[in-house]
């Protein structure tokens, strides 16, 4: 025997992060990215699923070969507290915050406290949990927040206090899901939110303020859960300097610690690439909670380059029927080819094998110029080089894999943060056309045109600009690929303390 042998015995084994993201798609798609970077930074991790996202998570990817080749990774599973046949999509996505609060929550408790994780050394909870950090200080384990969504929202929902303060919100007489096209009110700016009080409206407020009353339950979880982040060690964007930082400034006067380390799915590739051994390249890096249909790529294939508009409202997104055909006439008399993803369960009442009824010219335009899929290969279709703009709901993610591509985007927010991204995609970054609050066939032809022709330039310069500073903060010495390495030693010296240790 060496002398080497007894001492390499002798060490302890990597601190074991436990992730715990809220059990909707984006925020598990960047939460199994951070996971990754975890592992191949050499730590162990268990990934906290709801059963019934594991489930869709194991039919329709190769998660378990993704993950495969580290050793210290585990998934486990818990209840999201909603039967199996729940919709957990639309207005219905309520109902999930409240259920994860009242009975995952105390489950998650029990689960911690039994020891049913094996050791863990630290937590890595998604921040819309704010109750998470009450557990872990109360059993002595360091945990940080990771907020999935953009440092402007995050900051937008954490100064819903001084907004109600200042009578901003809630905004009268409206609520979350009404339209408000042609009120001259929601276009007044809106002074309560640091940093914004030169471009941020009413309308641009996260859905939830649009509210009869500031006791409105959801208005009311999303505040006090956004409160919470200053509690934890740090707090974890999926964002990046050059892009938000004047409100990462604002944010850093609240949690000191916070470290940018986005956008997580370029971060994953280069840091793979500089680990890559030939299993970790071929696992796919899919995380679709939906069966992902791959045949849009043989046709994107066949398009000219720069021609076709992606059309995605994204994971929890219903479109009313009248919304559907304005968007469809929209697209179709834009003249502009178009992939459009459309989810089965994205229009109520539309079922499966069931006839919808569509106006034949639709029907029509759609199989000369169009492609329409349940669910695509979002990554991939973006940085399709027949691709050349998105109309999209500006959910975060889709948000920074369209940046990351360099698409200029048409954006539609449907709820919650994306009412906040839509306005720094067009007003701030300069990155596209805000069609907020408008659901109108000309408009939508419009924005498409814009987008496509007229102001084609201006946005080919600006998203050009922006792939450029997205891949260099990725990159090694950029400013998300250190910060990612800060986090990792923080990580490693706080597990030290934890008593499980
Ligand atoms: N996505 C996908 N295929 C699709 C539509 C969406 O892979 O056909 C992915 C997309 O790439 C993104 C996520 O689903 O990573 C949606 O997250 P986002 O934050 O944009 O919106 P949400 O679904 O949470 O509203």
Known sequence: MSNMEPQLLSLPPPPRVLIFPFPCQGHVNSMLNLAQLLCLSGLHVTFLNSDHNHDRLVRHTDIQARFACYPGFQFNTITDGL?????REGESILELCFSVNSITRPLFREMLVSGQFGLVNCIIADGIMGYTIDIANELGIPIFHFRTISACSFWAFFSIPQLIEAGEIPIKERCVFVTTEGNEDMDALVKSVPGMETFLRSRDLPSFCRCSDVSNPVLQLVKNE???SPRARALILNTFEDLEGPIL?????????????????????????????????????????????????TWLDQQPLLSVVYISFGSL???????????????????????????LDSTPGNKEGESEDIPVELVEGTKERGYMVGWAPQEE??????????????????????????????????????Q??????????????????????????????????????????????????SRRSVSEGGSSYCNFDRLIEDIKLMSMESPQC
């Open 83 to 87: 039967p199996v046949e729940h919709p």
């Open 381 to 418: 279709v973006l940085a399709h080089k027949a691709v050349g703009g998105f109309l999209t709901h500006s959910g975060w993610n889709s948000t920074l894999e369209s940046i990351v591509a360099g698409v200029p985007m048409v954006c539609w927010p449907y709820f919650a943060d994306q």
């Open 420 to 469: 906040v991204n839509s306005r720094f995609v067009s007003e701030v970054w300069k990155l596209g056309v805000d069609m907020k609050d408008l659901c109108d066939r000309t408009i939508v032809e419009q924005m498409l045109n814009d987008l496509m022709v007229e102001r084609r330039e201006e946005f080919v310069k600006s998203t050009a600009e922006m792939v450029g500073l």
């Open 226 to 228: 956004t409160q919470q």
């Open 249 to 297: 400034s604002q944010i850093r006067t609240q949690c000191p610690t916070t470290y940018t380390i986005g956008p997580l799915h370029a971060h994953r590739k280069t840091r793979l690439a500089k680990h890559a051994t030939n299993t970790l390249q071929s696992s796919s890096n899919s995380s679709s909670l939906w069966e992902v249909d791959r045949s849009c790529m």
């Open 317 to 343: 997104a219903v479109l009313t029927r009248d919304q559907l055909i304005e968007f469809w006439y929209g697209v179709v008399n834009s003249k502009k080819n178009f992939l459009w993803v459309r989810r």
